[in-house]
Nanobody, 125 residues
Framework: LQLVQSWGGLVQTGGSLRLSCVAS????????VGWFRQVPGKEPEGISC????????FYAESVKGRFTVSRDNAKNTVYLQMNSLKPEDTAVYYC???????????????????WGRGTQVTVSS
C-alpha cells in the first residue's frame, strides 16, 4: 500500500485547510489511518485516526473540535479537515496506515505499515 498526500500550504490564523491521503496498491478502507504532525526537533505528534471502513474516529486534545478525519472509500482516500487553524498547528503532516488501530495510536512507532511522505502546513499569525 502506497500513500500519497496532497499539498499542504500556507493559511492565516483562523483559516481552514483540507489534507488528503490517497492510497494505491490496496484498498484503504481495509486499513486504519492515522494522522501525525511533526515540528523540527520534536517527536511526531499523533493527532487523529480513523478505524477501518466506517470505523470510529479519534482526536488528540490539541485538535479536538477543530479537525475532522473522514473517509471516501470510493476514492480510496482519507481526509483531514482542519478548521480554526492556529500558528501552533504549523508542522509537517503525515498520514499512516495500519491493518488496525494500534494499541497506542498516538505513537508513530506503533504504525508500522505505510506512511505518506508528509506535507508542510504553515499557519501565519
Amino acid at each position: 500500500l502506497q500513500l500519497v498526500q496532497s499539498w499542504g500550504g500556507l493559511v492565516q490564523t483562523g483559516g481552514s485547510l483540507r489534507l488528503s491521503c490517497v492510497a494505491s496498491g490496496g484498498t484503504l478502507d481495509y486499513y486504519a489511518v492515522g494522522w501525525f504532525r511533526q515540528v523540527p526537533g520534536k517527536e511526531p505528534e499523533g493527532i487523529s485516526c480513523v478505524g477501518t471502513s466506517d470505523g470510529d474516529t479519534f482526536y488528540a486534545e490539541s485538535v479536538k473540535g477543530r479537525f475532522t478525519v473522514s473517509r471516501d472509500n470510493a476514492k480510496n482516500t482519507v481526509y483531514l479537515q482542519m478548521n480554526s487553524l492556529k500558528p501552533e498547528d504549523t508542522a509537517v503532516y503525515y498520514c499512516a496506515a495500519e491493518v488496525t488501530i494500534p494499541v497506542n495510536p498516538w505513537l508513530a512507532d506503533y504504525w508500522r505499515g505505510s506512511w505518506g511522505r508528509g506535507t508542510q502546513v504553515t499557519v501565519s499569525s
